[in-house]
């Protein structure tokens, strides 16, 4: 009984971590040690990443984190919104 309550625990705060964005200005080591390693991983240009914290096929959330070129969260969004979709709906160059 002891073992499955602390493991039920664990579990829950593992996803409390990932529902709590990064802060601005956080160093990537502090992300990358509270989230583990990213589902993906994108080249910005000009310089910095992106990182993408999925949940899955039936997850309800993604997180995207932008870390600048000096190893700094510059901002972190959640993207399975209305508003994120509607800004790729709207964006130049997408053909329905």
Request: with cysteine; glycine share 8%; aromatic share 8%.
């Amino acid at each position: 009984m002891l073992r499955a309550t602390l493991s039920m625990f664990t579990v829950l705060g593992l996803c409390v971590a990932c529902t709590t964005p990064p802060a601005a200005n956080a160093p990537l080591t502090e992300v990358l040690k509270s989230w583990g390693p990213p589902t993906a991983t994108y080249l910005l240009q000009p310089a910095g990443q992106r990182l993408e914290y999925a949940t899955g096929p039936f997850g309800r959330t993604t997180w995207m984190v932008d870390v600048d070129a000096a190893g700094r969260v510059a901002q972190s969004r959640q993207v399975l919104n209305e508003a994120e979709f509607f800004k790729l709906q709207s964006a130049q160059g997408l053909t329905r």
